[in-house]
C-alpha cells in the first residue's frame, strides 16, 4: 500500500477498487441430478465474491513474469493498479468464470 501511496494514488481506493472489479457476479457450482453432474450457474454472495477477488490478485500477482518485477510487492502492486483499470489476469479469471456460467445457464433449473 505504501508503494501505490508513493504513485501518488490513494491504496485504499485502489485496493477497494481492485476488489470490486475483480469480483464475479456469477460461478458455476456441481450439482448431481439423477447420476449426472451438471454445471449449475448461481450468484456469488458478499463475503465468497471479496475471498473470490482476493484470492484471485494473488494469483495473478504470483504468475507475474519475476524479470520486469523485482519482488512480491512490485508484482501485488502492479495487478492491484491493472485490476482497478479492468486489466490483467485476475480480470480474465473473472470473465472466464462468467463466460462458463453464461454457458451453462440451460441449468440454471437445477438450482435449489
Given at each position: 500500500l505504501k508503494k501505490i501511496?508513493?504513485?501518488g494514488k490513494d491504496p485504499?481506493?485502489?485496493l477497494e477498487?481492485?476488489?470490486?472489479?475483480?469480483?464475479?457476479?456469477?460461478?458455476?457450482r456441481p450439482r448431481r441430478v439423477g447420476g449426472a453432474a451438471y454445471q449449475v450457474p448461481m450468484e456469488v454472495r458478499g463475503d465468497r465474491r471479496e475471498?473470490?477477488?482476493?484470492?484471485?490478485?494473488?494469483?495473478?500477482?504470483t504468475a507475474r513474469s519475476?524479470?520486469?518485477?523485482?519482488?512480491?510487492a512490485d508484482k501485488l502492486v502492479a495487478e492491484l493498479?491493472?485490476?482497478?483499470n479492468n486489466l490483467g489476469a485476475a480480470i480474465?479469471?473473472?470473465?472466464?468464470?462468467?463466460?462458463?456460467?453464461e454457458a451453462n445457464k440451460a441449468f440454471a433449473h437445477f438450482r435449489w
Open positions: 501511496a508513493d504513485m485504499i481506493v485502489v477498487a481492485a476488489i470490486r472489479n475483480v469480483g464475479p457476479r456469477m460461478e458455476v475471498a473470490l477477488a482476493i484470492r484471485w490478485i494473488i494469483i495473478a500477482a519475476s524479470r520486469e518485477f523485482h519482488s512480491f493498479l491493472d485490476a482497478t480474465q479469471k473473472r470473465d472466464n468464470t462468467l463466460k462458463m456460467a
